[in-house]
């Protein structure tokens, strides 16, 4: 697994932007963001909020290619993983990233857009 990057925060809004969930994720973002949360539980609960409204919005493709990048595997590989290896994963990206600040970045890149 990799640690986040620049082009991780893109994938994110291509998403977002793809599933018009712009006015659905702001209040998570912003939560995230504001620490409203425990660092180590907004990458859990930010995931699984964000697959929650996926989900809704029959966009569950948009975040196998978001976590893809720093799992470093396809998404289809993504789509078929084990749901244990899937808490795993997302623990381990919890821990080894500053998700706080992902999440900052990208509410405030989301804010901003139109």
């Known amino acids: 697994m990799r640690k986040l990057q620049t082009q991780d925060v893109f994938a994110a809004m291509r998403a977002i932007s793809k599933a018009n969930l712009k006015e659905e994720i702001k209040p998570l973002l912003k939560k ?7 660092v180590e539980d907004v990458g859990i609960e930010g995931i699984l909020n964000l697959i929650e409204i996926f989900s809704k919005q029959n966009s569950e493709y948009a975040i196998y290619e978001v976590l893809a990048g720093p799992f470093e595997m396809t998404p289809g590989a993504v789509k078929q993983m084990d749901i ?3 808490a795993n994963y ?3 990206l919890s821990k080894e990233n500053d998700l706080k600040r992902f999440f900052t970045l990208l509410a405030g890149l989301i804010t901003k857009k139109q």
């Open 84 to 86: 244990l290896m899937l």
């Open 32 to 38: 995230a963001s504001a620490g409203e949360v425990d």
């Open 90 to 92: 997302l623990e381990t």
